[in-house]
């Protein structure tokens, strides 16, 4: 019986990956899903409408950031959020599937626009958001680090996109993640303080360098080693061309711990549009007294809620928004030897399924994985893996 469903050609390919955090997420949480998106490059059945309309949504923050306006109307966000969302919408090649209560993407997304928009609005309102500087805007980075313990081996190079990396007046320099997602996808404050994106993402600013589409990582084909064999790619990363190299130990990468990491959480932007406790309420322990609208039986009077002020209020944001968390050089040593484990195991092409929630709730590749598709993949291209510059944001 074999171990492995997968080729030992593509097992062989693993050795020359690059990782994005977003990979090593799929690898954990089932590893035949990230065969399939980061290895294999199945087509998903469909993509994430989310995945779409978060995307916009950064694409209007990026604006704000970069033009320092924050002071757009509510018209003008909502124009600039629709412009966003049709630009994405015209880059993929399978349009999202349409929810059962509409009848149209445009439909749906009209649906959606209030909402999206109005979280935009209260990004936008907020003085932590105004007073952050954004150097590191949507800026691609390297990582190559190289395992003491196997010195002789290839580097492992991590790429992936910060959202945001910047000074706060105080000076505190700060990485910000930015996710549109549903809350119950809210990581813990321990979930958070071990989170892989924030590990990678902090190290890379200190130990990585700035990327752009000409100095990304890429791959050669080598000549095959025999005769009918497939022929190998090898993964090659030459450093940052001189226009990356220029931004290095500047305020646009400047090389140094971050002091601070932030997952800025945006349905935590939403406003209550009531208070959660009234402002009085009946006092039963009084006598009762003339019925203050001047006719009818005796009431009791009202009294001040004692709840009332620890209650939110009419304006209020839903949401802490800014979720933080820090990363020392000491606790990222911890923490990268642990994400360079996992890497390990994708490397030696252990790639097995792990049945789960995701399964029926977002993996898409259900129906590939009930075939067994990965045990008929004779060879691979992995020049089409995982799209260097773009990150999930939603």
């Known amino acids: 019986m074999r171990t492995n469903s997968v080729n030992p050609h593509i097992r062989n390919q693993c050795r020359e990956l690059f990782f994005r955090q977003s990979f090593i997420n799929d690898f954990m949480t089932c590893g035949m899903m990230s065969l399939y998106r980061w290895v294999l490059n199945i087509e998903e059945s469909e993509p994430f409408y989310a995945a779409i309309l978060g995307t916009a949504g950064h694409a209007v923050i990026y604006q704000m950031h970069e033009a320092r ?43 959606n626009l209030p909402y999206y928009t109005g979280l935009l609005q209260g990004y936008q309102e907020d003085k932590q958001n105004q007073f952050f500087y954004s150097t590191l805007h949507e800026q691609s980075f390297v990582l190559a680090i190289t395992d003491e313990e196997h010195p002789d081996s290839k580097p492992y190079i991590f790429t992936g996109q910060i959202d945001q990396g910047g000074y706060y007046e105080d000076g505190t320099f700060a990485l910000r993640d930015l996710k549109f997602r549903d809350n119950k996808f809210r990581p813990s404050r321990l979930e958070l303080d071990l989170n892989f994106q924030m590990t990678i993402y902090a190290a890379a600013i200190k130990y990585g360098n700035p990327a752009c589409p000409k100095c990304k990582p890429y791959y050669i084909t080598l000549p095959s080693p025999a005769p009918g064999e497939s022929a190998i790619q090898q993964l090659h990363y030459d450093g940052p061309c001189p226009t990356c190299l220029a931004k ?65 209020k009419t304006g209020d944001y839903k949401g802490p928004r800014f979720l933080k968390t820090y990363r020392s050089q000491a606790q990222l040593e911890v923490l990268i030897s642990d994400i360079l484990g996992t890497c390990a195991e994708i490397r030696q092409g252990h790639f097995h399924r792990k049945p789960g929630d995701h399964c029926n709730f977002w993996c898409k590749y259900a129906k590939q994985c009930q075939a067994g598709i990965e045990s008929q993949v004779q060879d691979i291209d992995l020049t089409l893996a995982a799209t260097y510059a773009t990150e999930e944001p939603f």
């Not at 929810?99 to 439909?107: I, R, T, V």
């Not at 009085?280 to 009791?300: L, S």
Request: aromatic fraction near 16%; hydrophobic fraction near 35%; include cysteine.
């Open 69 to 111: 306006k924050f002071n757009y109307t509510y018209a003008e966000l909502m124009q600039a959020f629709e412009k966003a969302y049709r630009e994405e919408l015209a880059k993929i090649a399978t349009f999202p599937r349409v929810q059962a209560a509409f009848s149209s993407l445009d439909e749906q997304f009209a649906d």
């Open 248 to 312: 290095i130990g500047t305020p646009y990468w400047p090389q140094k711990f971050v002091e601070r990491c932030e997952l800025v959480w945006l349905r935590d932007f939403e406003r209550h549009t009531k208070d959660q406790f009234p402002l009085e309420i009946i006092d039963n322990q009084m006598p009762k007294i003339p019925n203050p609208k001047g006719k009818g039986p005796k009431v009791f009077p009202r009294k001040r809620n004692p709840d009332y002020d620890s209650g939110y």
